[in-house]
């Protein structure tokens, strides 16, 4: 697609609309308890203020389901972002109103407006073309700096580039498709995926679009398991979708005829409730007892895992290997994070889990790179297009 990003247009003297992700989590005092979301931003923002430009910033925050509620305001983000930036960032406590048009059109080159929470409106989700013409209206440039957000077609995502005459990508935008892209598109092979999770329903797509694009696939979590008993194996009372048994084998025989190698575990860690403190034991996937279920990857798993890992160029990883929030069963979700993290290769991990888990095992450092978006990275696996990049794409 042929999206600009904010380094290639003219910002200077402008009002620069910027839809950022600022969904940051607060405490029970309204305190940001992370605000590594407002900090992914800063460079974006700090472009236009440098340049001359003026920003309205504009961001949702919880789910308020469309109706004003003060616990998810804005207002403790605006606080944050004018430490960050060191400059007085303006908050209006709305989005469309006369009020918050009129302060966006007087701003100055080098003054931020941050308007209130977008989904306390309902027309946000909606993609309400008049409400999209509303926030535009005091913009003269668009710039779309919340890739996680890019995969729903809302009024600030979508709707809202038809109102403004230039749009570009931001900077955290640009990290994210040119990282993607290079892995996915344009990989130094040999490419593997290490996909994980719990169900094959929720991968399905992903595993349908990248065989053909990789070289090796890994597959862990409770998804394996469909896979296994689509082998033939007995897999206890492991988690199994069986409507998708034949499903697994139509993507392990569209493997096999595009060459491309698919590893299953050889071993897990089993238990017979899903908690702490209960016993564990490590055996074949062949041989789980009834009554039990596998939890984790084995060891011999992690060993088989590796080698492969260790073979190839190019890594993209996306979801836990296990229960990875249950110490019983994280050994094997933060053995294939270290091993991915030490390996000369260059990786990409998304997915909220698998984010939670590199962060847990030490490890997030030491990726190539660590997106910042859950839906929206798992939609571009998929190989769809995401309404808020097609929005960018003006040629």
């Not at 109103?97 to 966006?104: F, P, T």
């Not at 709707?159 to 892209?181: C, D, H, S, W």
């Not at 025989?253 to 897990?268: F, H, I, M, N, R």
Request: charged share 25%; aromatic share 6%; net charge neutral.
């Amino acid at each position: 697609m042929a999206v600009k990003y904010l380094d290639e247009i003219e910002v200077g003297g402008k009002r620069v609309f910027v839809r950022a992700d600022f969904n940051v989590p607060l405490d029970d005092t309204g305190a940001i308890t992370n605000d590594n979301r407002i900090r992914e931003t800063v460079p974006t923002l700090r472009y236009i203020l440098d340049k001359g430009g003026a920003i309205i910033v504009a961001s949702h925050l919880g789910r308020p389901k469309g109706k004003p509620d003060p616990k998810q305001s804005l207002a403790p983000v605006a606080r944050r972002l004018s430490e960050l930036l060191g400059v007085s960032v303006q908050f209006v406590g709305d989005c469309v109103s006369d009020e918050a048009i009129a302060q966006g059109r007087a701003l100055k080159s080098g003054q931020v407006l941050m308007l209130e929470n977008l989904r306390f409106y309902s027309e946000e989700e909606k993609n309400d073309t008049d409400f999209a013409r509303k926030l535009a209206a005091a913009a003269e440039v668009y710039v779309n700096d919340a890739f996680a957000c890019s995969h729903r077609a809302h009024a600030s995502v979508e709707a809202i580039t038809r109102f403004v005459p230039v749009v570009a990508g931001g900077f955290l935008m640009k990290k994210e498709l040119v990282n993607f892209q290079k892995a996915m598109h344009n990989p130094e092979r040999p490419l593997v995926a290490v996909i994980g999770g719990a169900k094959v329903s929720g991968k399905l797509e992903v595993l349908e679009n990248i065989i053909g694009k990789v070289d090796s696939l890994l597959i862990g979590g409770g998804m394996a398991f469909t896979f296994l008993k689509a082998r033939g194996y007995e897999i206890g009372d492991s988690l199994v979708e069986d409507d998708l048994i034949e499903t697994a084998k139509a993507v392990m025989e569209k493997a096999t005829t595009k060459g491309v190698q698919v590893v299953l575990p050889v071993d897990c860690v089993i238990a017979q409730e899903v908690k702490t403190g209960v016993p564990t034991q490590t055996v074949s996937v062949q041989n789980i007892p009834k009554g039990w279920r596998g939890l984790d990857i084995g060891p011999e798993t992690v060993k088989a895992f590796a080698e492969v890992i260790k073979r190839s160029k190019t890594v993209v990883w996306n979801g836990p290997m296990g229960v990875f929030e249950i110490p019983e069963f994280e050994k094997g979700t933060f053995a294939i994070a270290d091993c991915i993290a030490n390996a000369s290769v260059m990786s990409v991990v998304g997915g909220g889990d698998s984010v939670a888990a590199l962060k847990k095992s030490g490890n997030q450092s030491k990726v190539t790179f660590v997106s910042t978006a859950g839906g929206a990275f798992m939609e571009l696996l998929e190989g769809k297009v995401l309404p808020g990049i097609k929005a960018l794409d003006r040629d």
